[in-house]
């Protein structure tokens, strides 16, 4: 599985991040390799490691130009698996020495085992995020493999006995959304700090998935609302940035500078605004399920890629979206899935078509939905 936006994140560090100069989330995908085949996997995930994935010693490089981005950069090894590559613990240790909040996406399989875990945690990994999309026969069935599901709570239970805090990610399409409230209660089982649901994109197999409509998606996110006030652990989206929009339209007493919330965020992260994302062979995207490349990190430096590239510039402009989200009194807390826009319509920075707000007095274009 690919979990690439599904992103562990830590608590902020003291100083806000100017998503400007940094991203607030930095996913290496230090391999496409997995021995899983989700539904939905981005990256068509496959059993073996590709020749020109970057190295041990180029992604030692690659962390010390994440450390320039300041103290405390949040960054996530995912992939395909990490767990594939024999260096992971290694880099991991390598980061965490850094000063940098190393956290992981591994798949649930037999290659993360108890001692893994452990080991992992002694290097200074800061969270594991797992993936659980269901009960055991919807997660099974979702995830290729029988037996995924009983792994991924026993890898679970070894992050809770290691004391490595534990996030868990959800997929929400037509073929998990009836599972919601049961995920809810195993988030809580597993002590879970945070819940991140991800909204499908469809990219890689993706594609061939149903999405829900805009209008379920908005009762799903004021769902998640009312959990969040209740829950014991976080609550965030992925490529559900409105999320944020009715979350302040159920607080009457919000306004258009929020506070921060549970990760740290004082605006929705989107594609390119807050987020970067590395491929295996070292090319620079907004976002892994946005495959526009802006650089490539052996051949320029990753700040400067982040910072200066005309692709992370517009991205990062609020008032250059168009339709709908452009004319949004929300976009600077919102934005809108760049990456599901692009998907849609090929220009990343369109409306996103799983949004239902529509603004006050707009009578523009709709968003087209090609789900």
Not at 141 to 151: A, C, D, I, K, M
Not at 175 to 203: H, I, K, N, Y
Not at 259 to 269: C, F, K, L, N, Y
Not at 284 to 293: H, I, N, Q
Request: glycine residues 8%; charged residues 30%; hydrophobic residues 35%.
């Amino acid at each position: 599985m690919t979990t690439s936006e599904r992103a562990p994140t830590c608590p902020p560090s003291p100083r806000a991040v100017d998503t400007d100069e940094r991203p607030f989330v930095l996913v290496w995908e230090v391999t496409q390799a997995c021995e899983l085949a989700c539904d939905h996997c981005r990256a068509d995930a496959r059993p073996h490691r590709h020749p020109g994935e970057l190295s041990t010693e180029e992604g030692k490089r690659l962390l010390d130009e994440a450390r320039a981005f300041g103290e405390g950069q949040l960054v996530v090894l995912s992939g395909g698996d990490p767990m594939v590559r024999d260096d992971v613990v290694e880099l991991v240790e390598y980061g965490a020495d850094l000063g940098l909040r190393m956290t992981l996406t591994p798949s649930g399989t037999e290659r993360l085992s108890a001692d893994d875990v452990d080991a992992l945690a002694d290097a200074g990994l800061r969270r594991m995020a797992l993936s659980i999309d269901g009960p055991e026969t919807v997660h099974d069935l979702f995830r290729g493999e029988v037996g995924s599901f009983e792994r991924t709570v026993e890898a679970a239970e070894a992050a809770r006995v290691a004391g490595l805090p534990l996030q868990i990610n959800t997929t929400v399409c037509e073929a998990t959304v009836e599972s919601l409230p049961a995920v809810r209660e195993l988030v809580a089982d597993l002590g879970a700090v945070l819940w991140s649901v991800f909204f499908l994109v469809p990219v890689g197999r993706g594609r061939v998935l149903e999405s829900v409509s805009p209008e379920r998606a908005e009762s799903v996110l004021e769902w998640l609302a009312t959990v969040s006030g209740t829950a014991p652990f976080g609550v965030k989206t992925t490529e559900a940035p409105h999320y944020r929009r009715v979350s302040m339209q159920r607080d009457r007493d919000a306004t258009a500078a929020p506070d921060a919330d549970d990760v740290g965020r004082r605006s929705g992260i989107v594609a390119g605004d807050g987020f970067a994302f590395v491929s295996h062979t070292g090319e620079v995207y907004p976002s892994g399920f946005l495959p526009e490349p802006a650089g490539d990190v052996r051949e320029e430096s990753l700040p400067s890629i982040y910072r200066e590239s005309d692709m992370f510039e517009r991205l990062r402009d609020r008032d250059a979206l168009r339709g709908k989200c452009g004319a949004c009194e929300y976009r600077h807390v919102c934005g809108g899935s760049r990456s599901r826009a692009y998907a849609a319509t090929g220009d990343p920075l369109a409306s996103d078509p799983l949004c239902a707000y529509l603004p006050e007095g707009y009578d523009g274009p709709l968003p087209r939905d090609d789900r």
